[in-house]
Nanobody, 114 residues
Framework: QVQLVESGGGLVQPGGSLRLSCAASEPFLSFNTMNWFRQAPGNQREWVATITRSLTTFYTDDVKGRFTISTDNANTIYLQMINLKPEDTAVYYC?????????WGKGTLVTVAS
């Protein structure tokens, strides 16, 4: 069973930065894509960013220019977040896709507040 472990969340002031990590129990290249999602209190989980095996990246419009998804090409992906806003407050989840199978981490909480 694939395991994904997120880390790096915390409390940050508006305008600040954080880098989230997602460590997988299997190599990054064994997945078709890896993704970040987030879920704010009272909201549905929403897609944030994707990185493919070919290192192509995609972002939701809300985070373009502020968030960057990357990988170490081993077993970890990252989400570098700058210029954070209070509306970025959410639990951030990592997801990996392999064929029709999807795997989720348990999430890491990001709180943006002064």
């Amino acid at each position: 069973q694939v395991q994904l472990v997120e880390s790096g969340g915390g409390l940050v002031q508006p305008g600040g930065s954080l880098r989230l990590s997602c460590a997988a129990s299997e190599p990054f290249l064994s997945f078709n894509t890896m993704n970040w999602f987030r879920q704010a209190p009272g909201n549905q989980r929403e897609w944030v960013a994707t990185i493919t095996r070919s290192l192509t990246t995609f972002y939701t419009d809300d985070v373009k220019g502020r968030f960057t998804i990357s990988t170490d090409n081993a077993n970890t992906i990252y989400l570098q977040m700058i210029n954070l806003k209070p509306e970025d407050t959410a639990v951030y989840y990592c997801r990996a896709l392999r064929g029709t199978m999807e795997y989720w981490g348990k999430g890491t909480l990001v709180t943006v507040a002064s």
